[in-house]
């Protein structure tokens, strides 16, 4: 108390924010568990993923290939490809979900 003026204690932390912590993995959230999850949407879950795979190795090609060299060219297009592949799986697993915003 300094000069007559109360000071408020301190929320915790968990209380102060609106989401859980990314690290808490003890509950599932929203109601299911990735082990609840339906055989469609691991397959897409697996997809997404083996894109961003895809997506991240062929950028680190085309950005150590010389510029206008044919590996550059294919390295990009499959750059392309796994970030549309990433896409269109991280969709169909939102929708899945419910998540459409």
């Not at 007559?4 to 299911?32: E, M, V, W």
């Amino acid at each position: 108390m300094a000069n007559g003026i109360r000071i408020p204690p301190r929320a915790p932390l968990a209380t102060l924010s609106r989401r859980s912590s990314p690290f808490d993995c003890a509950r599932p959230r929203n109601g299911c568990s990735i082990a609840g999850m339906t055989g469609n949407m691991t397959t897409m879950l697996a997809i997404h993923i083996a894109g961003g795979s895809v997506a991240v190795i062929a950028g680190y090609g085309a950005l150590l290939a010389r510029k206008g060299s044919p590996f550059h060219r294919c390295a990009g297009y499959a750059f392309v490809g796994g970030m549309l592949v990433m896409a269109l799986g991280a969709m169909v697993v939102a929708l899945q979900k419910g998540q459409t915003g």
